[in-house]
């Protein structure tokens, strides 16, 4: 759960301000995923957010599958609640060289077909990184040209020493660090296919983000993935490591199919996740707040 504030601080409170005058600042929240799906079945934090919603002048939720599991949780909150997509812009750097990346990334890089699958993910439970870790590593022992690549920060530090671990014994499996945004499109432009395994997502940018590249999406087929990937229409789901390798394979061996789930990711994410109309709605619940300190 994310908040958005309007806040206007007047020269005479100095660099102090009081709970009080925190606690009048409007602000709206967006739901992010995990919360709804989540952290909403735990008893503290459903009644913390619970009352951060009591508060808020409103609420935004990406699809209408979220927006109507937290008016049941949260009934109160009909009403304020929103719905907007996110909307996506890639920025791919230019002069980032592919060739350094996989040196440092230690992938052989003059295997013949050389096929990069990218998992993007920040190091939690939640996101599920070692899911398909054997399996991978399996295939990758019979077909030495395919790697999977781990990037993402290391949010939970004990749960990133698991996984630097378990992927330092798994054959064609590499974990790098969080990279520049710029550099991150870069690397997905370049990849063969972006992967998510997550066991909850609310809407993953980085499946959006490679339908904007041009670049195929096998994702887990959980509620949040199969809200933006319709499978063999804008990506493959997979319901486990085995069906993955299975789907992986096929995309590999089939260039039609995955031709047409490029062009039809692409045209989705144009018609329905444009930035144009994310900030517009975002600038009118701005309004919102903007009201609330003139009342």
């Known amino acids: 759960m994310r908040l ?3 806040a206007v601080l007047r020269p005479h409170t100095g660099n102090a301000v ?6 009048q600042i409007p602000f709206g929240i967006i739901f992010g995923g995990t919360d709804v799906n989540e952290d909403a079945n735990q008893g503290e934090k459903n009644t913390v957010m619970g009352r951060v919603l009591e508060e808020a002048r409103f609420a935004v939720a990406f699809t209408e599958s979220m927006k109507e599991m937290a008016q049941a949780q949260w009934p109160h909150a009909k009403g304020k609640i929103y719905v907007q997509s996110q909307g996506i812009a890639t920025t791919p750097n230019a002069a980032f060289n592919w060739n350094t990346f996989l040196q440092r990334s230690e992938i052989n890089h003059s295997a013949d077909n050389l096929h990069i699958f990218l998992l993007i993910c920040g190091l939690r439970q939640v996101k599920d990184p070692l899911y398909l870790v054997d399996a991978f ?3 990758h022992q019979e077909e030495p040209s395919v790697y999977l690549v781990i990037a993402g920060p290391e949010v939970d530090p004990v749960f990133t020493r698991e996984v630097k671990a378990k992927v330092r014994r798994a054959a064609g499996v590499r974990l790098i660090g ?3 945004q710029e550099d991150l499109h870069a690397v997905v432009k370049n990849c063969f296919a972006v992967v998510n395994s997550s ?11 490679a339908m904007d590249l041009e670049v195929p999406v096998l ?15 804008t990506g ?6 085995q069906e993955f390798v299975h789907l992986a394979k096929r995309l590999l061996s089939e260039p039609a199919l995955e031709k047409e789930i490029v062009v039809n990711g692409r ?8 930035w144009q109309v994310e900030r517009h709605t975002y600038q009118q619940l701005i309004r919102k707040l903007e009201g609330s300190t003139e009342d």
Not at 236 to 241: E, G, I, Q
Not at 267 to 274: I, L, P, T
């Open 4 to 6: 958005l504030f309007l």
């Open 18 to 23: 009081t709970a009080q005058r925190v606690h």
């Open 137 to 139: 590593s399996e295939w």
């Open 178 to 180: 969080e990279m520049p």
């Open 199 to 209: 066991v909850s997502e609310g809407m993953s940018a980085a499946i959006l983000e």
């Open 219 to 233: 994702a887990r087929n959980i509620p949040g993935n199969a809200a933006v990937v319709k499978h063999e229409v």
């Open 236 to 241: 493959l789901l997979f319901s486990n490591p």
């Open 267 to 274: 045209e989705y994410v144009r018609r329905y996740h444009s």
